[in-house]
């Protein structure tokens, strides 16, 4: 069974940093991108980040510079690594695979398909 699984969500004050998870299982991340994606109460679903399967990262403009994607194959997991964080980062946080998807350019920050986690709420509040 396809599975993926974020972890590390929590409350946060606003300049903090937080380090999501995304573990998969039943499949082999070789293969797959990885994006992370947020949707803010009463917003719509956003990109955030890309690695793709060679290793290509992209990121969302509002994102860029504070937050770093990687990846751990041998643990098939990625990570999302959120430094100064603000409220505007509040949102649910998703992780999704996609075989074989580019990184590059701007079609993965509206990407559907795919499989996805359930996704862990990140709180930025003083």
């Known amino acids: 069974q396809l599975q993926l699984v974020e972890s590390g969500g929590g409350l946060v004050q606003p300049g903090g940093s937080l380090r999501l998870s995304c573990a998969a299982s039943g499949f082999t991340l070789d293969y797959y991108a990885i994006g992370w994606f947020r949707q803010a109460p009463g917003k719509e679903r956003e990109g955030v980040s890309c690695?793709?399967?060679?290793?290509?990262?992209n990121y969302a403009d509002s994102v860029k510079d504070r937050f770093t994607v990687s990846g751990d194959n041998a643990r098939n997991t990625v990570y999302l690594q959120m430094n100064s964080l603000k409220p505007e980062d509040t949102a649910i946080y998703y992780c999704?695979?996609?075989?074989?998807?580019?990184?590059?350019?701007?079609?993965?920050?509206?990407?559907?398909?795919?499989?996805w986690g359930q996704g862990t709420q990140v709180t930025v509040s003083s």
């Open positions: 690695i793709s399967a060679g290793g290509v990262i």
């Open positions: 999704a695979a996609f075989r074989l998807a580019p990184c590059r350019g701007s079609s993965w920050l509206t990407r559907s398909g795919g499989y």
